[in-house]
């Protein structure tokens, strides 16, 4: 009986080794950004994040802060407003700020939880010439 | 300190819930009906119930909480209901939530009922609880895997906890049924435990069975196999031997119970055979706990 009862689990055992790992245990990371990290660049509309997974929509918090300025480069980070829309593959967040960026360095914030509910979050910089 | 939090939830609901459901299935794979009408041997059995579930309704509802706070980077005092929501609707993880609260009033509406309609009550409990109990899969790693492997992962991963269940309810079972209490039930209870503990060996090898071949799966789904040898170098790594040390010392007293301890009892039931196996029966149940204490850390922690 028991021997019976067990080979459906024997079927699932092979399905799984067969599929193999390839675990999606990752937690959300950011794999792109435009500008991208440390880009020194001309004109910026608006800033695009792309992430590794799909993200809780409500989750996301996103930072913009302007944090130097041509011959001030210990400018005090200035908060720059934006509007956030947050793309179709639930995977990539624009961010569009009221005007094009002057020029000056700039600090990305971002934080964040995936499917597997961690909460994650990173930052980086660009330069707009 | 939220990952202590979210540990100790963990351990709370895996420990509840697998109780609740235990103890309800061995009242209908061990008991005659003449014995669940009995109140004398029953009554030890199904009194804590409704409690457990209240438990297990208010610890996962903390749970949620404190899952909500942690993944919108707030404390638990600052979540409005549109984050709640959110959770509910956007993640498997918060639908599971539902689905584990909506089996635990279920559950807690038949552990109530379990005194006077004792049969359909254990079966609608066992049902509920199972669900309740399946519905953690989506707070581990195996919600976590994506597509037709995610699936065998989740299933793998029910099974799991339900097989476990079913064993540490027993565990439960034997120990209330084997209490020290001079009552006049007691003769009743003893020679209930003697002939269920001799029957448990054909359930208790199914149990380890499907532990087993469903914890292999899981392994290999988040790990490896061919990453075994690595495993010596993580804290999931040692974590993870020293659960399956706690469960080789499980099956081991599981395995003394059932060839010596058991035998021994049921030939002579008397105080001092019921102390023995119940002392052997206490470890194999702190044992049980280790295990479950190392899975609520081991769900947190990357492999």
Known sequence: ?129 | MTDILMIGIRFLLFTDLMLVMGLAMFLLYALRSTEREDVRIVSGLVVLQPWLCGVGLLVSLGGMLALTASMQGVAVGEIDPNMLVSMAVETDTGKAWIVRMLALVVATAAAMQLGRHPRPAALILSLASASALASLVWSGHAAASEGPAGTIHRIADALHLIAAGIWIGAIAAFLILLRPASDDGRQARLDLAARSLEQFARVGTACVLVIAATGLINFEMIVGIAQTGQMPGSSYGYLLIAKLIAFSAMLLLAACNRWRLAPAFAGATSEKTAGVIRRSLVLEASAAAAVLALVATLGMLEP
């Open chain 1, 1 to 129: 009986m028991i021997k019976s009862s067990l080979s459906p689990l024997a079927a699932l055992a092979a399905t799984a080794l067969a599929l193999s790992p390839t675990a999606a245990l990752a937690h959300a990371k950011l794999v792109a950004s435009t500008p991208a990290a440390n880009a020194k660049v001309a004109k910026v509309t608006s800033v695009q994040l792309k992430f590794s997974e799909k993200l809780v929509a409500s989750t996301v918090k996103a930072e913009l802060v302007m944090t130097g300025m041509p011959g001030m480069a210990d400018h005090p980070p200035m908060k720059i407003a934006f509007a956030s829309a947050m793309g179709k593959d639930g995977k990539s967040m624009t961010l569009t700020p009221k005007r094009a960026l002057v020029p000056g360095i700039y600090k990305v914030t971002w934080f964040a939880a995936g499917a597997d509910t961690h909460r994650m979050g990173s930052a980086f910089a660009f330069t707009v010439k």
